[in-house]
C-alpha cells in the first residue's frame, strides 16, 4: 500500500506537492507523483507540458494529447502538470 499524501517527500526530502488537479494527475490520482508497489512505470516525475513536449512524446507512441473520454481523460494541454514515468523520462 502507498504511503498516504503528508507521508510522502520528494528528492529533496520535503513534503510531496501537488503536480496537476485538472487533470488529476499521478498513479493514484491523487494529484500528487505518489508511488508504490502496484505502479510498475514509477510515475514519480512531475513536469509542466509544452507543445513541443507533447508532439515528442505523441511521436514516441504516447499520445498524451488526445481526450480518451472511456478512460476518463480529458487529454493534456500545454501548462498542464502531469506525472511521468522516470524510466522514460
Request: proline fraction near 8%; aromatic fraction near 8%; glycine fraction near 12%.
Amino acid at each position: 500500500m502507498a504511503q498516504a499524501q503528508d507521508e510522502s517527500i520528494n528528492v529533496l526530502g520535503e513534503p510531496l506537492e501537488d503536480c496537476g488537479t485538472d487533470p488529476v494527475t499521478g498513479f493514484f490520482r491523487d494529484g500528487c507523483c505518489n508511488t508504490g508497489p502496484e505502479d510498475l512505470g514509477s510515475h514519480t516525475v512531475c513536469a509542466v507540458v509544452t507543445d513541443k513536449f507533447l508532439a515528442f512524446s505523441r511521436s514516441r507512441g504516447n499520445d498524451l494529447s488526445t481526450p480518451r473520454p472511456e478512460f476518463g481523460f480529458p487529454g493534456l494541454r500545454p501548462g498542464d502538470g502531469w506525472c511521468l514515468c522516470a524510466a522514460r523520462w
